[in-house]
Every structure is written in structure tokens, then in C-alpha cells.
């Protein structure tokens, strides 16, 4: 009975022990965010260097023209009546045809030990307006303004603008003359005057070559009633967002070329609207990012939520093996033990931001690995235990380094790995008996 209620004491003070290793896990989880607040701060910084986040809206042909309302005019002596005024405002008109083709250049901007994805970007924007007039509906040509009428491009960051200079509209040559906010909607803008030039029914192609800088993403808005976009790029990793996924993709080693067909049918905008009507573009984008494929922040949390997994199995060996060598091990050891565990997630983020990830993982794992098989073989001055506990230790961590890996595939591997670690653990303690200390043989079996 006195052997019972030491092997319960022992393994309920393993298990509170386990529960303590839990601060310092969550301590490191800390650490990890901060170094990850740490790289967002030098991505904002890079942004504001560099140029931020784009995306490219349009173009559009703005119209101003005048509004014809019929209001009361109260007046005490003749009596009140009413009169015609005009007032000012814009028609917004978008292409029958829009075609982007873009060759994104990625680069690794660093600053210190952290990085930042920039990209330059090559786009030939081209298309066509079909049926101006027809399209202003009733509006009567006296209140037309053709010679204020303006082609604008939204683009969200207007530092990111590179050798945009002209373009070529019906054949002619037009220059931008500047850039503004023009609304919350479409953000800041760049104009061009084009005069009394698109005064008619007739094709107006248009020809735009647009070299845009950015920041890891770039997305674009389909104003068209018939829109193409292709992205080339020699980045293995992108991530399409937006509300349209590529129709057709093809993603390697050495790049991607993704192509996006959509119709006005495919997504809520008007093909014209008026000033005080601009519609949202919110559920109609749609884009890329150029993902990290080394995100060592990510992969090493990741490995962090593993770590009860690691310290619990690693103290039941452990205690497998003072039931068995009828050593006695002193809660202090354990806990020294338990320490080793947790300083391989501080090493492995130390090592994982200068080093690719999979070579930290295994330098860490390689330090933890002999800390402790040298620590256990002089407790137990038994070389073999220490093989075992090496060995031992050596499969939980591949196993980990397997699951974070993995992504679709990552919880059926983890929940078989479980099972099969549970039922090693039922095979091994089966013969180990709780009531005596006559557990030594099973060292050879």
C-alpha cells in the first residue's frame, strides 16, 4: 500500500509539474507575437517607403453635365410657381471591354533580421468604350459638358506610380495631368482631360501601359461589361483573394500564371452611375498576394501548441523509467527537464529568423536532443535509457516537424499519431506493476 501511495503522489505531482511548463509555453507564445508585431512594424515601414497594398480601378470616363429639376419658388405677391434649374454634376461611364495583363516582379526588402514582400508590377491595361452618346440616356446635348470630360484610374497608393506619363486613347496620345481623392470608394485617382474627343457613337479603344510598385498585394476591380485579367509572376507562393477565384491557374517552382474571365453578370455594378450614386467596390474585387513560404512566426506557434504533447509524453517516459529502474527521480529534475523542452521553442524562433525554418527545427531539435540524453544518462547512469529517451524524443519531434508541414492532411495525421502513441504508451504500461517494485526485468524485455 505505501508503494501505491508513492507512485500516486509521484505521478500526481508529474502531473502538476506538466501544468507548470504551461507559463513559460504561454511566455514564449508572447515572445512570438511581439517579434510578429516586430515584423508587421517593419512591413508599415517598407510600405511607407516603398508603396502599400494596390489596387486598380478602373478606368472610367467621368462626364460632367448639367441636371435638369423642377423646384417651387414661393413668392408672397404673384404667388408661388415653378422654374427649372440646372445643376451641376458627373456621370461616371465604364468600358465595354477591360484587359489587364500583369508581370509582377516580387522582391525580399530586409531590415535587420525581418523581411518584407515588395513587388514591381508591368500592366497593359487596354479595352474599349462602345456607344457614349446612347449611353447618357436623355440627356440633352446642351447640357453636356464633352470639354471637361476626364478618364481617371483608381490606384491605391499613388507612390507606387512608375513611368505612367501617357497613354493612348482612339489613336490619339493623352497625358495624365494629376491625381487626387475622389471619393471614399475609389480612393485617390489620376486624370486626364479629354476634351470633346469621345463626342460620338464610334469604338474608342484605349491603351494604357501602367508601371505600378506595391506591397505583397495587388488586386483589381472588373468595371467592365466583359473583363480579363492575367498575372504572371516568377513567385511560387500566391494566395488569390478577392470574390473571384482565377478561372484557370498554374503554379510551380518557378512561378504562376493565373486568368480571371468575368462578366458584368458576375458582379453587382452598375455599367453607369451618377455622382451621388457611386456604387461600393468592395464585393467585387479580386487579386493575388505573394505569400512568405518561410514564415517562421507561423510554423513556430504552430509547433508552440504541441508542446503539452512533448512535455507530458516526455515526463510519463520518464516515470515509465523510474517505475522500471526503481531510480528515484526528485520533482527538481523533472522540472529541469521540463525547462530543456521549453528553451527548444526559444531557440527554434531565434534560429528561425536567420535561418530557413526547416534548418532551425532540426538545429533545435538536435541541442534539446543531447541536453537531455546527457542529462538522463547521468541519472540513470545507464546509457541505453538515454538511447531510448533520445530515441524516444527524436520521433515526437518528427512527428511535430511532419504536422506543421502538412496543411488539408494535418489533423488526420495528428489524431493517427496520437493513437498510435496512446497505444504504445497502454502496450508498455501493461507490464509494469503498480504494487511492487518488481518492474526491473522489463528493462530486457
Given at each position: 500500500?505505501k508503494?501505491?501511495?508513492?507512485t500516486?503522489l509521484?505521478?500526481g505531482?508529474n502531473g502538476?509539474?506538466v501544468?507548470?511548463?504551461?507559463?513559460?509555453t504561454?511566455l514564449i507564445q508572447?515572445?512570438?507575437?511581439?517579434r510578429?508585431?516586430?515584423k508587421?512594424?517593419?512591413?508599415?515601414?517598407?510600405?511607407?517607403k516603398w508603396?502599400?497594398n494596390?489596387t486598380?480601378?478602373g478606368?472610367?470616363?467621368?462626364?460632367?453635365?448639367?441636371k435638369?429639376?423642377e423646384?417651387?419658388?414661393?413668392?408672397?405677391?404673384?404667388g408661388?410657381y415653378?422654374?427649372t434649374?440646372?445643376?451641376?454634376?458627373?456621370?461616371?461611364?465604364?468600358p465595354?471591354n477591360?484587359k489587364i495583363?500583369?508581370?509582377i516582379k516580387?522582391e525580399?526588402?530586409?531590415?535587420?533580421?525581418?523581411e518584407?514582400i515588395?513587388y514591381?508590377?508591368?500592366?497593359?491595361?487596354?479595352?474599349?468604350?462602345?456607344?457614349?452618346?446612347?449611353a447618357?440616356?436623355?440627356?440633352?446635348e446642351?447640357?453636356?459638358?464633352?470639354n471637361?470630360a476626364?478618364?481617371?484610374?483608381?490606384?491605391?497608393?499613388?507612390?507606387?506610380?512608375?513611368n505612367?506619363?501617357?497613354?493612348?486613347?482612339?489613336?490619339?496620345?493623352?497625358?495624365?495631368?494629376?491625381?487626387?481623392?475622389?471619393?471614399?470608394v475609389m480612393?485617390n485617382?489620376i486624370?486626364?482631360q479629354?476634351?470633346?474627343?469621345?463626342?460620338?457613337?464610334?469604338?474608342i479603344?484605349?491603351e494604357?501601359?501602367?508601371?505600378?510598385n506595391g506591397?505583397?498585394?495587388?488586386?483589381y476591380?472588373?468595371?467592365?461589361?466583359?473583363?480579363?485579367?492575367?498575372?504572371r509572376?516568377t513567385w511560387p507562393?500566391?494566395?488569390?483573394?478577392?470574390?473571384f477565384l482565377?478561372?484557370?491557374?498554374n503554379?510551380?517552382?518557378?512561378?504562376f500564371?493565373?486568368?480571371?474571365n468575368?462578366s458584368?453578370?458576375n458582379?453587382?455594378?452598375?455599367q453607369?452611375?451618377?455622382e451621388?450614386n457611386?456604387?461600393?467596390?468592395?464585393?467585387?474585387?479580386?487579386?493575388l498576394?505573394?505569400?512568405?513560404?518561410?514564415?517562421?512566426?507561423?510554423k513556430t506557434?504552430r509547433?508552440?501548441?504541441y508542446?503539452?504533447l512533448i512535455i507530458?509524453?516526455t515526463?510519463?517516459a520518464?516515470?515509465f523509467?523510474?517505475m522500471i529502474?526503481?531510480e528515484k527521480?526528485?520533482?527538481l529534475?523533472?522540472?529541469l527537464?521540463?525547462a530543456a523542452?521549453?528553451?527548444f521553442?526559444t531557440l527554434?524562433?531565434s534560429?528561425?529568423?536567420?535561418?530557413?525554418?526547416n534548418?532551425?527545427?532540426?538545429?533545435?531539435?538536435?541541442?534539446t536532443?543531447?541536453?537531455i540524453?546527457?542529462?538522463?544518462?547521468?541519472?540513470?547512469k545507464?546509457?541505453?535509457?538515454?538511447?531510448w529517451i533520445?530515441?524516444?524524443?527524436?520521433?515526437?519531434?518528427?512527428?511535430?516537424?511532419i504536422?506543421i508541414q502538412?496543411?488539408d492532411?494535418a489533423l488526420?495525421?495528428?489524431s493517427?499519431?496520437?493513437?498510435?502513441?496512446l497505444?504504445?504508451?497502454?502496450?508498455?504500461?501493461?507490464k509494469?506493476?503498480?504494487?511492487?517494485?518488481?518492474?526491473s526485468?522489463l528493462?530486457?524485455?
Open positions: 500500500m508503494n501505491k501511495n508513492q500516486l509521484k505521478a505531482i502538476m509539474l501544468m507548470v511548463m504551461l507559463i513559460p504561454m508572447g515572445l512570438i507575437r511581439e510578429l508585431n516586430r508587421s512594424d517593419v512591413m508599415q515601414e517598407v510600405n511607407q508603396a502599400g494596390q486598380i480601378s478606368p472610367l470616363i467621368r462626364i460632367p453635365y448639367y435638369r429639376q423646384i417651387t419658388v414661393k413668392n408672397t405677391k404673384t408661388n415653378k422654374e434649374q440646372r445643376v451641376l454634376t458627373e456621370i461616371y461611364l465604364t465595354k477591360l495583363e500583369s508581370v516580387p525580399n526588402r530586409k531590415i535587420g533580421i525581418s518584407a515588395v514591381q508590377s508591368e500592366n497593359k491595361i487596354s479595352g474599349s468604350y462602345e456607344n457614349i452618346k446612347t447618357l440616356g436623355d440627356i440633352l446642351e447640357d453636356i459638358l464633352w471637361k476626364e478618364l481617371i484610374i483608381g490606384i491605391s497608393d499613388l507612390r507606387g506610380i512608375k505612367l506619363k501617357q497613354f493612348k486613347l482612339k489613336n490619339k496620345i493623352y497625358t495624365f495631368e494629376g491625381s487626387k481623392s475622389l471619393n471614399p480612393g485617382v486624370i486626364s479629354l476634351n470633346s474627343n469621345i463626342n460620338s457613337n464610334e469604338s479603344p484605349f494604357i501601359d501602367l508601371n505600378l506591397s505583397e498585394t495587388l488586386n476591380i472588373p468595371i467592365g461589361e466583359s473583363n480579363s485579367f492575367v498575372a509572376s507562393n500566391p494566395k488569390f483573394s478577392g470574390n482565377p478561372d484557370s491557374r503554379i510551380n517552382d518557378s512561378g500564371v493565373a486568368n480571371w468575368i458584368h453578370l458582379r453587382n455594378l452598375p453607369k452611375w451618377n451621388e457611386f456604387p461600393s467596390f468592395i464585393d467585387s474585387t479580386l487579386g498576394s505573394l505569400l512568405n513560404p518561410n514564415d517562421n512566426y507561423q506557434e509547433s508552440l501548441k508542446s503539452i507530458s509524453l515526463f510519463l520518464f516515470f523509467l523510474e529502474l526503481k527521480i526528485h520533482p529534475q523533472y522540472a527537464v521540463g523542452l521549453c528553451i521553442y527554434l524562433l534560429f528561425s529568423e536567420i535561418l530557413i525554418f534548418y532551425s527545427y532540426l538545429i533545435s531539435t538536435l541541442m536532443l543531447l541536453l540524453t546527457l542529462y538522463t544518462r547521468s541519472l540513470f545507464n546509457t541505453r535509457m538515454a538511447y533520445a530515441s524516444i524524443l527524436s520521433v515526437l519531434y518528427l512527428f511535430i516537424f504536422i502538412l496543411e492532411t488526420l495525421i495528428g493517427l499519431g496520437l493513437f498510435f502513441i497505444s504504445l504508451t497502454m502496450y508498455v504500461s501493461r509494469i506493476n503498480w504494487y511492487t517494485d518488481e518492474n526485468d528493462i530486457n524485455n
